[in-house]
């Protein structure tokens, strides 16, 4: 069964920024389309970047031009670059492929306070 391990997130002032990283134990990493998603309280879980196999990234509307997905195949990871910060960006973040493939992981917490 395949394992989903996120990290990176923590405690950040507005304006900060912080690198998360997923890391899949899966076999062959590299065949997957990945996406980074969020979960804010009270709100469903919602999609926030996408990677393809190929290398071409989609964003949501809110965090364009302030995040950036990438991936390392062979490191089987792929990252979330968040700068500039907002409170708003405060939530669980998950990876998972873009058709949730796999099992969701326990997420990383992201808090963007003052």
């Known amino acids: 069964q395949v394992q989903l391990v996120e990290s990176g997130g923590g405690l950040v002032q507005p304006g900060g920024s912080l690198r998360l990283s997923c890391t899949a134990s899966?076999?062959?990493?590299?065949?997957?389309?990945m996406a980074w998603y969020r979960q804010a309280p009270g709100k469903q879980r919602e999609l926030v970047a996408t990677i393809t196999r190929g290398g071409s990234l989609t964003y949501a509307d809110s965090v364009k031009g302030r995040f950036t997905i990438s991936r390392e195949n062979d490191k089987k990871t792929v990252y979330l670059q968040m700068n500039s910060l907002e409170p708003e960006d405060t939530a669980v973040y998950y990876c998972?492929?873009?058709?949730?493939?796999?099992?969701w992981g326990q997420g990383t917490q992201v808090t963007v306070s003052s």
């Open positions: 899966v076999r062959v990493f590299s065949v997957y389309d």
């Open positions: 998972n492929t873009p058709r949730v493939n796999f099992n």
